[in-house]
Structures are given as structure tokens and as C-alpha cells.
């Protein structure tokens, strides 16, 4: 089931089973994606790491994530693009902007609860309905239903993910960090550089991140760019110089030095692994 308007807005909810996997693996500019995992066991590659997702995990992935299938399984896939719904313009109303899609060095999974899960099964069938109802209201309600599932999987998402622990000044200073994270990456390498695009401390950010008990904001940032590193060495035909250019690293040495520390081989090395070489 597709919909698409008359000013390049697109949205469609599909099934995807073992003769059909075209919907996930499918790059298409600017679209973001819901999985629903619908059977237990789901193998998939991720930017060349290995993922397995069970019955009722949803995860969150964007224009920039190279899937591969391993196993298979089956699953419900919702897609949409920018024209049909900004989860960046709408982000006071639904709280979403780094957390669900952007900013994220890993991929967000959730699992809902039984009372959620029923939520969640409502809206979407709703969700397919609406495709049948060719009028005027088509789209609008799209949209109602599309940010319904939004609000509902980032609330799961806060939950189990985040924690009650951290305030919501805090939230939303890890959630503005991570954004501009994944904006530029490429030439802001500092935890400094952000701060002063936030207006805050490199302390106060050290700080909000403490709270949440896992990475530091620098090894957020190097996460971000390691994940570009790896897509871009395993997936195109780049010169690693050049990659390390794109990256922001004025010398192809600096990168190495910076890839093999993370990575524990070296880029040339990584490269080799998807050509099968030693």
C-alpha cells in the first residue's frame, strides 16, 4: 500500500516476507523506516554489523542504513519521506529529532509491552484503512496515524532506553547534541565545537551524558564518524584518502591512526575484509 501526493510526499505500510524483502533493503532518497519484526530470529546486516531482532523488536533506520538479509523472517515496514512528515520540523510536538532516527551512532530498538503493543496494533491497522479512503482527508489522516506511532515508540523509547533518571533539560541538551552530531560530523570533531553551538559548557554536556551511564559525548561523535568510516569503505569505491578527506581529516595518516584505535585494523585492512582478502 503506497501513497503518494502531488508534491513528492510518499508513505506506505508493506509486508515483508521471505519472497519479498525488496521493501527493506530498497534505498530511497530521504525515506525513513519502521521495522516490526513479526516472527523471532530476523538476521540481518546493518552497515556491515550483524543484527538479531525477535517478534514485536522495532527498529528505526534512515536513508543512510545499508540492510542486507541473513535469515528469514517476516515483518511489517512502514516508510515515509520528508515531504509527507519532518520528524525535524515536528519535533516540539513529537519529541523525536535524535532519538528515533537521527543523531544515533546505533541502531534504536524497542520491544513494546502488551498494553502498548495493542496501541500500537490499533493505530496500524487504522494506518492500512486509511489507504482505502481515496479523499481529500487521505493524507492529513496519514499523518494523524504516522505521529501517533511516532509518539507512541518514542515514549517506549524514553523508557526503557533513556531513563527516568535523566530531566528533561537533560534529554533534551543529549537529544540537540546528537543532532548536531549527525549534521557535522564530518568537519566538528570537538565536544568543544558543539558546546558552543549549544551555548553550554563542554562540562554541563559531559555532565547530561554521565547521567545516562553509557558513552561519553566524544565517543558519541567518533561513533558517528567511525559508522560514515565503515559504510564508506564498505560500500563504495572511494580512495581511502578521499574518505578521509570527506571525513574531515586533512591527512589520509591522522585517519588511519584514528580508524585502527576504534576499529583495531586498519582502514585498508577493513576494506580487505569485504573483498575477502587476508
Given at each position: 500500500m503506497i501513497?503518494?501526493?502531488?508534491?513528492?510526499?510518499?508513505?506506505?505500510?508493506?509486508?515483508?516476507?521471505?519472497n519479498n524483502y525488496n521493501p527493506?533493503?530498497?534505498?530511497?532518497?530521504e525515506t525513513l523506516k519502521i521495522i516490526w519484526f513479526k516472527s523471532d530470529?530476523?538476521?540481518?546486516?546493518?552497515?556491515?554489523?550483524?543484527?538479531?531482532?525477535?517478534?514485536?523488536?522495532?527498529?528505526?533506520?534512515?536513508?543512510?542504513?545499508?540492510?542486507?538479509?541473513?535469515?528469514?523472517?517476516?515483518?511489517?515496514?512502514?516508510?515515509?519521506?520528508?515531504?509527507?512528515y519532518c520528524?525535524?520540523?515536528?519535533?516540539?510536538?513529537?519529541?523525536?529529532?535524535?532519538v528515533l532516527f537521527y543523531g544515533s551512532s546505533e541502531i534504536p530498538r524497542i520491544k513494546m509491552e502488551k498494553q502498548e503493543l495493542e496501541v500500537l496494533e490499533t493505530v496500524w491497522k487504522l494506518s492500512v484503512f486509511e489507504f482505502e479512503m481515496q479523499d481529500s482527508l487521505q493524507m492529513e489522516m496519514l499523518?494523524?496515524?504516522?505521529?501517533?506511532?511516532?509518539?507512541?515508540?518514542?515514549?517506549?523509547?524514553?523508557?526503557?532506553?533513556?531513563?527516568?533518571?535523566?530531566d528533561t533539560q537533560q534529554h533534551d541538551l543529549i537529544r540537540?547534541?546528537?543532532?548536531?552530531?549527525?549534521?557535522?560530523?564530518?568537519?566538528?570533531?570537538?565536544?568543544?565545537?558543539?558546546?558552543?553551538l549549544l551555548y553550554k559548557s563542554p562540562k554541563t554536556i559531559s555532565n547530561s551524558f554521565?547521567?545516562?551511564?553509557?558513552?561519553?559525548?566524544?565517543?558519541?561523535?567518533?561513533?558517528?564518524?567511525?559508522?560514515?568510516?565503515?559504510?564508506l569503505l564498505w560500500y563504495t569505491e572511494q580512495d581511502i584518502s578521499e574518505i578521509a578527506y570527506d571525513l574531515g581529516y586533512s591527512d589520509i595518516q591522522s585517519?588511519?591512526?584514528?580508524?585502527?584505535?576504534?576499529?583495531?585494523?586498519?582502514?585498508?585492512e577493513y576494506r580487505n575484509l569485504r573483498e575477502g582478502k587476508n
Open positions: 501513497f503518494e501526493g502531488n508534491s513528492g510526499e510518499y508513505f506506505d505500510i508493506q509486508q515483508v516476507k521471505s527493506l533493503t530498497a534505498q530511497r532518497n530470529g530476523a538476521e540481518l546486516i546493518i552497515d556491515s554489523q550483524s543484527y538479531i531482532f525477535n517478534k514485536n523488536e522495532i527498529i528505526f533506520l534512515t536513508q543512510f542504513h545499508q540492510v542486507s538479509i541473513v535469515s528469514d523472517f517476516e515483518a511489517e515496514i512502514l516508510r515515509f519521506n520528508r515531504p509527507f520528524v525535524i520540523d515536528h519535533d516540539s510536538e513529537v519529541s523525536c529529532k535524535g499523518q494523524m496515524m504516522l505521529k501517533r506511532i511516532l509518539i507512541l515508540c518514542t515514549r517506549v523509547y524514553k523508557k526503557c532506553c533513556i531513563g527516568e533518571h535523566v540537540e547534541f546528537n543532532y548536531l552530531v549527525e549534521k557535522h560530523f564530518k568537519t566538528k570533531h570537538a565536544v568543544s565545537d558543539y558546546a558552543d554521565k547521567k545516562l551511564g553509557s558513552k561519553s559525548p566524544l565517543q558519541f561523535i567518533h561513533d558517528r564518524i567511525m559508522l560514515e568510516a565503515r559504510r585517519f588511519s591512526r584514528f580508524f585502527k584505535k576504534n576499529q583495531l585494523i586498519s582502514p585498508r
